[in-house]
């Protein structure tokens, strides 16, 4: 019986041993003593190295054994930056008493030295940035060896940014053919469609494989021979469209396999997008009223540095430019106030100002420049057609993929913005339905989206006047395109601000803005015909925010009615008082 009661008392104190098959051990005082002390150990010669290293730099010590010392300390720390410059500084002046023999055996030992960084932490700036200075030292650099290296890495992690860096360093450097970097991409896609360093990598190398025509006047004047090879730096990253068809193909097997990975549909957004537009004139207005001139341009500039020449009759006149709004130094829109003349002409733009005529103008419209639709030819057309039904259908499947709906309503724009428009709307609201956190991000766009249709639409009635009520918009885009406009109308939308790019409307003359939720005017600056101001109904709440209407100068007609400002004690003597030029003021 006492043997039976030893064996059961035997086997209880093992099954509290053993969990799982694995051995329970206890932990103790002494045991948690022992760690502390051993790390104090380690923490004391970790600390007596790095003092020692930072001492021989003081001293401008730069021997071996500060390099060994800096070894030490970078194999257990590798984001030490300091002690990498200090490396640096040691290894340039091994450079001056070595041979080129030496100084290569002396760096390709570095670079296995940093392939052990490396493996502590793949991610290291400093371990990548040391690496590319030290393969740029090099007298006979391996570069096969560096892309190798590259290669298992991003097997190890596709998207580690640090070596993605390096690697395009390493491409530019040993001359690797666009080709064959295009089919390094396609072969970390194939195996992982969510790779999206690669499908960006991708976006990059097709423009210089693959170019699309130039369609700029300034690129059509050279020969062939003449111009450059194409560049990351001088071309404008368009794609021919035989690519294109391609890739479309090759993304929507992305997208089909797993829906809900966004590196597909990301990439297949920058496929339907328009190419930068190059830098140009897009519009010279001239008012002989005032003897003004404002210049438009494709895109922000700044013409303070780059220069921008003003000729009446043929002859340079000595004007300053300024931008539309103080806040900006790159603007879409320079003035500048010069002396009324018969002919103003501003680089391959000339205006007419014939007698009689108050004002004229010059310019390109939306149309022309494709600034919101590109032309498509009937292949095109018939692929794009085909894929806005494939990813109809795949939303029937997936009826919550957010992607799928954006890249719905892309393809739309693509193919008919103003075809689609109502189509456009109702997918809109069913995408601020299904993301709900990123529904005011949609509806910026969608604002986006109508203001192009609605520039669209003006310019094929030749008219001047910009009307978007009722339309549900939050914000206000595209305003260098309405330069020219004289009578807006915002009313009943849910606009919070006129933002100062407002200000490029110079030949506003009346603005109405009722019903909306404007809190701010700061874009309501310096309009020179500025007459009709109607912002009823709005949340303006201090006169504060009605000071910048004293800088448009013929402002005569005010509606404020509506506005919590309008309960301030007081507040129409002040108002006459701040804007004296206006003699409508209604409260």
């Known amino acids: 019986m006492s043997v039976m009661l030893q064996y059961l008392l035997e086997m209880s104190i093992y099954v509290a041993k053993v969990i799982h098959g694995r051995v329970k051990v206890k932990s103790t005082a002494q045991q948690e003593e022992e760690k502390r002390k051993e790390r104090e150990r380690k923490l004391k010669i970790y600390v007596a190295a790095r003092d020692a290293c930072f001492s021989k730099r003081k001293d401008g010590i730069l021997d071996d054994e500060a390099l060994n010392l800096s070894q030490q300390l970078l194999s257990s720390n590798p984001d030490f930056a300091t002690l990498w410059n200090f490396r640096r500084e040691i290894l340039m002046h091994q450079e001056t008493v070595k041979n080129e023999d030496e100084v290569q055996k002396l760096y390709e030992a570095e670079l296995s030295f940093l392939e052990s960084c490396l493996k502590v932490n793949p991610k290291s700036y400093g371990s990548w940035h040391h690496r590319s200075w030290v393969s740029g030292r090099l007298p006979r650099p391996d ?63 097709l423009p210089l494989l693959h170019p699309g025509s130039p369609e700029s006047p300034s690129l059509s004047n050279g020969s062939p021979a003449d111009s450059p090879p194409p560049s990351p730096q001088n071309q404008s990253h368009r794609v021919c469209e035989e690519q294109l068809l391609k890739e479309y193909e090759l993304v929507q097997n992305a997208f089909f396999t797993d829906p809900n990975d966004q590196s597909a549909w990301f990439y297949y957004r920058w496929l339907l997008g328009r190419a930068q537009r190059d830098e140009m004139i897009s519009c010279v207005y001239v008012s002989r009223e005032d003897g003004r001139v404002a210049v438009a341009f494709s895109r922000p500039v700044n013409v303070l540095t780059n220069g921008l020449l003003l000729l009446l009759d043929g002859q340079p006149q000595k004007v300053q430019w300024r931008s539309f709004h103080p806040q900006f130094k790159h603007s879409p829109v320079w003035i500048s106030f010069a002396l009324a003349d018969d002919r103003f002409m501003a680089f391959n733009h000339l205006v007419l100002c014939s007698a009689g005529r108050s004002e004229s103008w010059c310019r390109d419209s939306a149309t022309g420049q494709e600034l919101f639709k590109s032309e498509l030819s009937v292949e095109k057309t018939s692929v794009l057609q085909s894929e806005l039904q494939s990813c109809q259908q795949l939303q029937e499947l997936e009826q919550l993929n957010k992607w799928c709906l954006l890249t719905i309503i892309l393809l739309m724009r693509a193919l008919d913005p103003l075809g689609y428009e109502k189509e456009t709307l109702t997918y809109f609201q069913t995408l601020k339905e299904v993301d709900v956190m990123r529904s005011a991000y949609y509806s910026d766009l969608c604002s986006k989206f109508m203001i192009e249709n609605t520039i669209l639409k003006m310019e094929y009635a030749e008219v001047r006047v910009f009307r978007i009520s009722n339309k549900n918009l939050t914000n206000l885009c595209h305003l260098d395109q309405l330069l020219l406009v004289t009578h807006i109308n915002l009313s009943s939308n849910q606009l919070r601000r006129l933002p100062p790019q407002f200000a490029m409307l110079q030949c506003l003359q009346v603005l109405e803005a009722e019903d909306n939720c404007i809190e701010t005017l700061e874009g309501v600056y310096q309009l020179p015909k500025l007459e009709d101001v109607l912002l009823k109904n709005n949340k303006i709440s201090s006169l504060a925010v009605l000071q910048q209407l004293a800088s448009c100068p013929k402002l005569k007609r005010l509606d404020l009615r509506g506005n919590p400002v309008t309960q301030a004690a007081d507040v129409e003597p002040q108002l006459s008082k701040l804007l004296p030029s206006v003699t409508d003021l209604l409260l």
């Open 143 to 205: 570069w096969a060896r560096e892309l190798s290296l590259c290669d298992r890495c991003l097997n190890l992690d596709d998207r580690n940014f640090h070596c993605w860096d390096y690697r395009r360093m390493v491409v530019k450097m040993s001359k690797v053919p666009v080709t064959q970097e295009l089919q390094f991409t396609d072969r970390l896609i194939s195996s992982n469609f969510s790779n999206y360093s690669s499908w960006h990598y991708r976006s990059t190398l």
